[in-house]
């Protein structure tokens, strides 16, 4: 049974940071392509950020700079460093896992930026 499990997420202030991890099990999580979505109230998922199982990394343009995803596949898990936080960055993220067309997500971790 494959599962993704996030921690790390809640309340912090604008300027300050915080680290989300991904803990997977089930998966060969080496194989796979590894991301982070979130969705905010009223909006649409979407992509933060995503790394291959080759290491290849993107990020959407708003997070550029502030967040680091990165892999440790020897603890099957993944991670995103988020910096300098903005209140527009308040969302639920979501850990995703993908191989082919097999698709996996977490439940997901609340991030709140505010004063």
């Known amino acids: 049974q494959v599962q993704l499990v996030e921690s790390g997420g809640g309340l912090v202030q604008p300027g300050g940071s915080l680290r989300l991890s991904c803990a997977a099990s089930?998966?060969?999580?080496?194989?796979?392509?590894m991301g982070w979505y979130r969705q905010a109230p009223g909006k649409d998922r979407e992509l933060v950020a995503v790394?291959?199982?080759?290491?290849?990394?993107n990020y959407v343009d708003s997070v550029k700079g502030r967040f680091t995803i990165y892999r440790d596949n020897a603890k099957n898990t993944l991670y995103l460093q988020m910096n300098s936080l903005k209140p527009e960055d308040t969302a639920d993220y979501y850990c995703?896992?993908?191989?082919?067309?097999?698709?996996?997500w977490g439940q997901g971790t609340q991030v709140t930026v505010s004063s």
């Open positions: 089930g998966i060969i999580f080496k194989l796979h392509t």
């Open positions: 790394i291959t199982a080759g290491g290849t990394i």
């Open positions: 995703n896992a993908r191989l082919f067309s097999a698709v996996h």
